[in-house]
């Protein structure tokens, strides 16, 4: 048994350590303490400011070569586009910034935005799903091709919002089609999506398709960590349906136009742009351009839809999966648009109506 004489014995050898300590510390152990801490305060001290000097310098420098850059934008992309027609499809939270200087950057390389759409979250919301076949099934009737019988809601609807942007009337090629224009509104009225000031006024050549979230990946992650409630079974299953509505709209963007490229924000789990480039079949047909949030992301839009135009299949950035930085200029030869010509009805019935 351990008696009350050894726990007595055990209390005083601790004082007397504490003690002992206290009498080094401010007596001959003093001087050699203080010296110690003072020492490495100020190292750390030092360390701290040739870091902020090189953070400072490295900021400056960035600085310049961004302006460097966008001062050369203009000539860089001059004509790389000239005299096409451009549709802006926006599907999730794309930051009105980011769209707007990739309009800009289009503009710059001679391209007009016939139109800028939003997917609404309507498109995926799984409670609508009865709805939306159903505004499918009255779209299919107005589209050509007619995507197969077994393609799904999804598919048609993309075909439909596509094929709303580029088609013509087949005498005019600078009109809207009819049918087109139909079908546009069929999708505005049902609340699938919204269109930009002046509707659609051209039909499109090319498509650019803006794949929120169009930040960084440090904003990713912390929105992430702020709402721990995506990461439920629900959350991930909706998150899962609007990639998938997003690749089914990329995929009838390219079918249906002379080219389309997604551009998106950093490539991280869940985005776009890594779902293309990790699909062989995806990213052998779309060109993608990853952080539209900068500068050099947005001016490779338009650099990349003119590649892709001429042919030249494209994943532009820093990560995995990139094919090269910034994408090569490449000007194409002169826009040639074809008019159908009227031909005569020898029935004298009007064009476009059935003989009985």
Same mark, same amino acid.
């Given at each position: 048994m351990i008696d009350f004489r050894y726990h007595l014995v055990s209390l005083i050898s601790v004082f007397l350590a504490l003690a002992v300590g206290i009498a080094l510390g401010a007596g001959p152990l003093k001087e050699t303490i203080g010296d110690t801490l003072t020492g490495q305060v100020e190292q750390l001290r030092a360390e701290k400011e040739d870091l902020r000097a090189q953070l400072d310098e490295t900021s400056t420098d960035l600085a310049q070569s961004e302006a460097a850059f966008a001062a050369s934008a203009p000539d860089l992309l001059d004509g790389v586009l000239a005299g096409r027609r451009v549709a802006v499809v926006q599907v999730g939270e794309v930051l009105p910034e980011a769209r707007d200087q990739v309009v800009e950057r289009l503009g710059q390389a001679g391209a007009t935005v016939s139109a800028t759409v939003q997917v609404t979250e309507l498109w995926d919301d799984p409670e609508q799903r009865s709805f939306r076949q159903g505004i499918a099934g009255s779209l299919v009737q107005w589209l050509d091709p007619v995507p197969a019988e077994d393609a799904g809601t999804g598919?048609?609807? !993309?075909?439909? @919002?596509? *094929?709303? @942007? $580029?088609? =013509?009337? &087949?005498?005019? &090629?600078?009109? $809207?089609?009819?049918?087109?224009? %139909? $079908?546009?509104?069929?999708?505005?009225?049902? /609340? @699938? #999506?919204?269109? /930009?000031? /002046? /509707?659609?006024? %051209? &039909? !499109?050549?090319? $498509?650019? #398709?803006? =794949?929120? &979230? %169009? #930040?960084?990946?440090?904003?990713? *992650?912390?929105a992430a960590e702020a709402t721990p409630e995506e990461q439920e079974p629900e959350a991930q299953e909706l998150a899962d349906a609007r990639l998938t509505s997003a690749a089914q709209i990329a995929r009838a963007a390219q079918d249906r136009s002379n080219g389309a490229v997604v551009g998106g924000g950093e490539v991280t789990d869940g985005t776009l742009v890594q779902r293309v480039r990790q699909d062989e079949a995806a990213s052998g047909r779309l060109s993608t351009v990853e952080s539209v949030h900068t500068l050099v992301g947005q001016v490779s839009v338009p650099l990349a839809l003119s590649a892709r135009i001429g042919g030249t299949v494209g994943h532009y950035g820093t990560t995995e999966g990139a094919t090269a930085p910034v994408p090569a200029r490449v000007v194409l030869p002169p826009v040639q648009r074809i008019t159908v010509p009227v031909v005569e009805d020898p029935a004298g019935t009007e064009p476009g109506t059935e003989q009985g």
């Open positions: 598919t048609e609807l !993309a075909e439909a @919002l596509i *094929q709303s @942007l $580029v088609t =013509a009337e &087949p005498t005019d &090629p600078d009109v $809207v089609g009819a049918n087109a224009v %139909t $079908v546009m509104d069929l999708l505005v009225e049902s /609340g @699938l #999506v919204t269109v /930009g000031d /002046g /509707g659609v006024s %051209t &039909p !499109a050549d090319a $498509v650019v #398709v803006l =794949a929120g &979230p %169009t #930040v960084s990946a440090a904003e990713v *992650q912390e």
